[in-house]
Protein backbone atom coordinates (compact mmCIF):
# COMPACT_ATOMS: atom_id res chain seq x y z
CA UNK A 1 0.00 0.00 0.00
CA UNK A 2 2.97 2.02 0.94
CA UNK A 3 4.42 1.65 -2.86
CA UNK A 4 1.30 2.24 -4.30
CA UNK A 5 0.79 5.47 -2.59
CA UNK A 6 4.22 6.92 -3.15
CA UNK A 7 4.03 6.13 -6.91
CA UNK A 8 0.10 7.56 -7.03
CA UNK A 9 2.15 10.79 -5.38
CA UNK A 10 4.88 11.34 -7.71
CA UNK A 11 2.99 10.31 -10.90
CA UNK A 12 2.99 13.21 -13.15
CA UNK A 13 -0.46 14.91 -13.24
CA UNK A 14 -2.45 15.03 -16.65
CA UNK A 15 -4.58 17.69 -17.21
CA UNK A 16 -8.56 16.37 -16.99
CA UNK A 17 -10.11 16.23 -20.47
CA UNK A 18 -12.61 18.98 -19.85
CA UNK A 19 -9.68 21.47 -18.59
CA UNK A 20 -8.01 20.96 -22.07
CA UNK A 21 -11.42 21.16 -23.80
CA UNK A 22 -11.59 24.53 -21.93
CA UNK A 23 -8.31 25.75 -23.10
CA UNK A 24 -8.69 24.80 -26.39
CA UNK A 25 -12.10 26.97 -26.90
CA UNK A 26 -10.66 29.68 -25.27
CA UNK A 27 -7.64 29.92 -27.74
CA UNK A 28 -10.60 29.26 -30.74
CA UNK A 29 -12.26 32.48 -28.90
CA UNK A 30 -9.41 34.82 -29.14
CA UNK A 31 -8.60 34.18 -32.81
CA UNK A 32 -12.05 35.21 -33.96
CA UNK A 33 -11.59 39.03 -33.88
CA UNK A 34 -8.61 37.86 -36.25
CA UNK A 35 -10.66 35.78 -38.75
CA UNK A 36 -13.48 38.39 -38.47
CA UNK A 37 -11.58 41.05 -39.62
CA UNK A 38 -9.58 39.28 -42.69
CA UNK A 39 -13.11 37.41 -43.35
CA UNK A 40 -14.99 41.28 -43.46
CA UNK A 41 -12.37 43.19 -45.54
CA UNK A 42 -10.04 40.36 -47.42
CA UNK A 43 -12.00 37.50 -48.02
CA UNK A 44 -15.39 39.03 -48.67
CA UNK A 45 -14.50 41.84 -50.79
CA UNK A 46 -12.32 39.38 -53.30
CA UNK A 47 -15.42 37.17 -53.81
CA UNK A 48 -17.85 40.19 -54.28
CA UNK A 49 -15.22 41.15 -56.89
CA UNK A 50 -14.38 37.92 -58.55
CA UNK A 51 -18.74 37.34 -59.16
CA UNK A 52 -18.69 41.12 -60.55
CA UNK A 53 -16.09 39.93 -63.18
CA UNK A 54 -18.32 37.49 -64.37
CA UNK A 55 -21.88 39.59 -63.96
CA UNK A 56 -23.55 42.10 -65.78
CA UNK A 57 -25.38 45.22 -64.00
CA UNK A 58 -28.40 43.25 -64.10
CA UNK A 59 -26.79 40.38 -62.31
CA UNK A 60 -26.62 38.28 -65.13
CA UNK A 61 -23.79 36.01 -66.06
CA UNK A 62 -21.43 37.95 -68.58
CA UNK A 63 -17.63 37.24 -69.88
CA UNK A 64 -17.85 41.02 -71.39
CA UNK A 65 -15.87 42.52 -68.92
CA UNK A 66 -13.32 39.44 -69.17
CA UNK A 67 -13.15 39.85 -72.59
CA UNK A 68 -12.53 43.14 -72.66
CA UNK A 69 -9.55 42.73 -70.21
CA UNK A 70 -7.41 40.66 -72.70
CA UNK A 71 -7.60 43.75 -75.17
CA UNK A 72 -5.31 45.51 -76.64
CA UNK A 73 -5.58 48.23 -75.06
CA UNK A 74 -5.85 46.87 -71.67
CA UNK A 75 -3.67 44.43 -72.29
CA UNK A 76 -1.07 47.77 -72.79
CA UNK A 77 -1.96 48.87 -69.55
CA UNK A 78 -0.99 45.93 -67.35
CA UNK A 79 2.51 45.65 -69.43
CA UNK A 80 2.36 49.22 -68.56
CA UNK A 81 1.79 48.55 -64.51
CA UNK A 82 4.20 45.70 -64.68
CA UNK A 83 6.85 47.46 -66.29
CA UNK A 84 6.50 50.93 -63.49
CA UNK A 85 6.34 47.73 -60.79
CA UNK A 86 9.76 46.23 -61.78
CA UNK A 87 11.48 49.48 -62.49
CA UNK A 88 10.60 50.96 -59.04
CA UNK A 89 11.24 47.49 -57.59
CA UNK A 90 14.57 46.83 -58.84
CA UNK A 91 15.78 50.40 -58.43
CA UNK A 92 14.70 49.69 -54.88
CA UNK A 93 15.69 46.35 -54.24
CA UNK A 94 19.02 47.83 -55.31
CA UNK A 95 19.25 51.19 -53.41
CA UNK A 96 17.62 49.41 -50.41
CA UNK A 97 19.43 46.61 -50.09
CA UNK A 98 23.01 49.27 -50.37
CA UNK A 99 21.82 51.12 -47.45
CA UNK A 100 20.81 48.39 -45.46
CA UNK A 101 24.10 47.03 -45.53
CA UNK A 102 25.34 50.68 -44.63
CA UNK A 103 23.04 50.61 -41.30
CA UNK A 104 23.82 46.73 -40.74
CA UNK A 105 27.14 47.62 -39.85
CA UNK A 106 26.26 50.45 -37.58
CA UNK A 107 25.87 49.09 -33.84
CA UNK A 108 22.19 47.85 -33.36
CA UNK A 109 21.58 50.12 -30.29
CA UNK A 110 23.23 53.30 -32.08
CA UNK A 111 21.32 56.24 -32.21
CA UNK A 112 22.01 56.71 -36.18
CA UNK A 113 20.63 53.23 -36.86
CA UNK A 114 17.41 53.98 -34.51
CA UNK A 115 16.79 56.99 -36.54
CA UNK A 116 17.45 56.37 -39.63
CA UNK A 117 14.96 52.68 -39.60
CA UNK A 118 12.60 55.15 -37.67
CA UNK A 119 12.82 57.95 -40.41
CA UNK A 120 12.31 54.99 -43.08
CA UNK A 121 8.78 53.83 -41.15
CA UNK A 122 7.26 56.83 -41.98
CA UNK A 123 8.59 57.51 -45.48
CA UNK A 124 7.79 53.71 -46.49
CA UNK A 125 3.89 55.09 -45.54
CA UNK A 126 4.75 58.49 -47.05
CA UNK A 127 2.63 58.32 -50.46
CA UNK A 128 -0.35 59.60 -51.98
CA UNK A 129 -1.67 63.22 -52.46
CA UNK A 130 1.10 64.80 -49.92
CA UNK A 131 3.57 62.69 -52.14
CA UNK A 132 2.42 63.99 -55.15
CA UNK A 133 1.97 67.68 -54.04
CA UNK A 134 5.38 67.48 -52.74
CA UNK A 135 7.00 66.42 -55.97
CA UNK A 136 4.98 69.11 -57.85
CA UNK A 137 6.56 72.02 -55.35
CA UNK A 138 10.07 70.78 -56.39
CA UNK A 139 9.96 69.51 -59.98
CA UNK A 140 6.69 70.86 -61.16
CA UNK A 141 6.04 73.00 -64.42
CA UNK A 142 6.91 76.26 -61.49
CA UNK A 143 8.78 74.18 -59.04
CA UNK A 144 11.54 75.29 -56.92
CA UNK A 145 14.15 72.65 -58.42
CA UNK A 146 12.57 73.20 -62.43
CA UNK A 147 13.07 77.27 -61.55
CA UNK A 148 16.23 76.93 -60.31
CA UNK A 149 17.72 74.78 -63.09
CA UNK A 150 16.29 77.79 -65.80
CA UNK A 151 16.84 80.67 -64.19
CA UNK A 152 20.67 79.46 -62.93
CA UNK A 153 21.32 76.36 -65.72
CA UNK A 154 19.68 77.39 -67.93
CA UNK A 155 17.90 73.81 -68.63
CA UNK A 156 14.10 73.65 -69.10
CA UNK A 157 12.81 70.44 -67.09
CA UNK A 158 9.85 68.72 -68.98
CA UNK A 159 6.79 70.61 -68.21
CA UNK A 160 4.89 67.04 -68.17
CA UNK A 161 7.47 64.58 -66.79
CA UNK A 162 5.77 63.76 -63.51
CA UNK A 163 2.77 62.71 -65.82
CA UNK A 164 5.12 60.39 -67.78
CA UNK A 165 6.50 56.98 -67.16
CA UNK A 166 10.53 58.09 -65.91
CA UNK A 167 8.41 60.39 -63.36
CA UNK A 168 6.55 58.22 -62.02
CA UNK A 169 9.64 55.81 -61.24
CA UNK A 170 10.94 58.59 -59.37
CA UNK A 171 8.13 59.33 -57.48
CA UNK A 172 7.80 55.86 -56.27
CA UNK A 173 11.30 55.43 -55.73
CA UNK A 174 10.50 57.63 -52.65
CA UNK A 175 8.84 55.10 -50.72
CA UNK A 176 10.69 51.90 -52.18
CA UNK A 177 14.10 52.53 -51.12
CA UNK A 178 12.73 52.71 -47.66
CA UNK A 179 10.42 50.17 -47.95
CA UNK A 180 13.31 47.68 -48.76
CA UNK A 181 15.32 49.19 -46.56
CA UNK A 182 13.00 47.84 -43.57
CA UNK A 183 12.43 44.39 -44.79
CA UNK A 184 15.83 43.70 -45.50
CA UNK A 185 17.70 44.66 -42.74
CA UNK A 186 16.38 41.57 -40.74
CA UNK A 187 18.48 39.36 -42.90
CA UNK A 188 21.60 41.26 -43.20
CA UNK A 189 20.98 41.35 -39.41
CA UNK A 190 20.91 37.46 -39.18
CA UNK A 191 24.60 37.22 -40.96
CA UNK A 192 26.22 35.75 -38.12
CA UNK A 193 29.77 37.17 -37.50
CA UNK A 194 31.36 33.45 -37.24
CA UNK A 195 30.40 32.69 -40.79
CA UNK A 196 32.93 35.11 -41.89
CA UNK A 197 35.33 34.52 -39.40
CA UNK A 198 34.81 30.80 -40.62
CA UNK A 199 35.83 32.07 -44.12
CA UNK A 200 38.88 33.82 -43.69
CA UNK A 201 40.00 30.79 -41.21
CA UNK A 202 40.36 28.69 -44.13
CA UNK A 203 42.00 31.36 -46.60
CA UNK A 204 38.83 32.70 -47.93
CA UNK A 205 38.32 36.96 -48.71
CA UNK A 206 35.75 39.17 -48.94
CA UNK A 207 34.78 37.92 -52.60
CA UNK A 208 34.49 34.41 -51.53
CA UNK A 209 32.68 35.45 -48.29
CA UNK A 210 29.75 37.37 -49.98
CA UNK A 211 29.87 34.89 -53.49
CA UNK A 212 29.84 31.55 -51.41
CA UNK A 213 28.40 32.25 -48.06
CA UNK A 214 26.65 35.66 -47.53
CA UNK A 215 24.96 35.77 -51.14
CA UNK A 216 23.61 32.53 -51.41
CA UNK A 217 21.52 32.88 -47.63
CA UNK A 218 20.74 36.42 -48.72
CA UNK A 219 19.56 35.66 -52.48
CA UNK A 220 16.24 34.82 -51.34
CA UNK A 221 15.33 37.24 -48.74
CA UNK A 222 16.61 40.24 -51.53
CA UNK A 223 14.36 38.48 -54.33
CA UNK A 224 11.56 38.07 -52.03
CA UNK A 225 11.89 41.62 -51.10
CA UNK A 226 11.68 42.64 -54.89
CA UNK A 227 8.54 40.78 -55.22
CA UNK A 228 7.04 42.85 -52.05
CA UNK A 229 8.03 46.39 -53.43
CA UNK A 230 6.76 44.66 -56.70
CA UNK A 231 3.63 43.79 -55.28
CA UNK A 232 3.68 47.40 -53.55
CA UNK A 233 3.78 49.74 -57.07
CA UNK A 234 1.44 47.77 -59.07
CA UNK A 235 -1.27 48.37 -56.33
CA UNK A 236 -0.41 52.09 -55.89
CA UNK A 237 -3.10 54.35 -56.94
CA UNK A 238 -3.55 57.57 -55.10
CA UNK A 239 -0.03 58.87 -56.17
CA UNK A 240 -0.81 58.55 -59.81
CA UNK A 241 -3.66 59.95 -59.61
CA UNK A 242 -2.76 63.21 -58.26
CA UNK A 243 -0.03 63.17 -60.60
CA UNK A 244 -2.18 62.26 -63.55
CA UNK A 245 -5.64 63.21 -64.10
CA UNK A 246 -6.41 62.52 -68.05
CA UNK A 247 -4.77 59.23 -68.71
CA UNK A 248 -5.10 55.66 -67.61
CA UNK A 249 -2.05 54.31 -67.66
CA UNK A 250 -1.96 51.91 -65.06
CA UNK A 251 -4.35 49.38 -63.80
CA UNK A 252 -5.48 50.98 -60.67
CA UNK A 253 -6.65 54.20 -62.79
CA UNK A 254 -7.84 52.22 -65.44
CA UNK A 255 -10.41 50.62 -62.53
CA UNK A 256 -11.22 54.12 -61.54
CA UNK A 257 -11.88 55.22 -65.36
CA UNK A 258 -14.65 51.90 -65.76
CA UNK A 259 -16.31 52.98 -62.66
CA UNK A 260 -16.71 56.78 -62.99
CA UNK A 261 -18.02 55.99 -66.90
CA UNK A 262 -21.21 57.58 -67.39
CA UNK A 263 -21.15 56.94 -70.94
CA UNK A 264 -21.09 53.20 -70.90
CA UNK A 265 -23.05 51.77 -67.90
CA UNK A 266 -21.84 48.46 -68.82
CA UNK A 267 -17.91 49.02 -67.71
CA UNK A 268 -18.91 48.22 -64.08
CA UNK A 269 -18.00 44.13 -64.38
CA UNK A 270 -15.09 45.75 -66.27
CA UNK A 271 -13.76 47.15 -63.41
CA UNK A 272 -14.22 44.05 -61.74
CA UNK A 273 -12.74 41.80 -64.14
CA UNK A 274 -9.90 44.68 -64.28
CA UNK A 275 -9.46 43.92 -60.02
CA UNK A 276 -9.41 40.54 -60.87
CA UNK A 277 -6.42 40.74 -62.92
CA UNK A 278 -4.71 42.85 -60.23
CA UNK A 279 -5.71 40.04 -57.77
CA UNK A 280 -4.20 37.45 -59.71
CA UNK A 281 -0.90 39.33 -60.52
CA UNK A 282 -0.74 40.29 -56.48
CA UNK A 283 -1.32 36.96 -55.39
CA UNK A 284 1.06 34.91 -57.05
CA UNK A 285 3.97 37.55 -56.47
CA UNK A 286 2.76 37.21 -52.66
CA UNK A 287 3.13 33.31 -52.94
CA UNK A 288 6.57 33.47 -54.58
CA UNK A 289 7.40 36.00 -52.05
CA UNK A 290 6.26 33.53 -48.77
CA UNK A 291 8.04 30.57 -50.29
CA UNK A 292 11.47 32.71 -50.58
CA UNK A 293 10.84 34.09 -47.22
CA UNK A 294 10.10 30.39 -46.05
CA UNK A 295 13.37 29.60 -47.39
CA UNK A 296 15.51 32.09 -45.93
CA UNK A 297 13.79 31.07 -42.50
CA UNK A 298 15.96 27.87 -42.39
CA UNK A 299 19.31 29.82 -41.73
CA UNK A 300 19.07 33.86 -41.03
CA UNK A 301 16.23 32.87 -38.41
CA UNK A 302 14.01 35.61 -40.46
Excluded at 102 to 109: I, V
Excluded at 220 to 242: D, E, K, M, Q
Excluded at 249 to 276: F, K
Aim: hydrophobic share 50%; proline share 5%; glycine share 8%.
Amino acid sequence: MTALSDASVHAPKQGSPARVSRGRRSAWIGSVPFFLYTGIFLLLPTLLVVIGAFRDREGNFSLAGIHLVFSQQTLQIFWTTALLSFMTAAIGAVVGALASYALATSPEGSVLRRVYTALCSVLAQFGGVMLAFAFIALIGRNGTFTRLMRDVFETQVPGGFLSSLPGLVLVYCYFQIPLMVIVFLPALDGLRPQWREANESFGGGTWTYWTKIAGPLLAPSFFGSFLLLFANAFSAYATAAALISQQNIIVPMAIEGALRNENNPGMDSYAQALALGMIVVVAIVMIAYALLQKRTSRWLGA
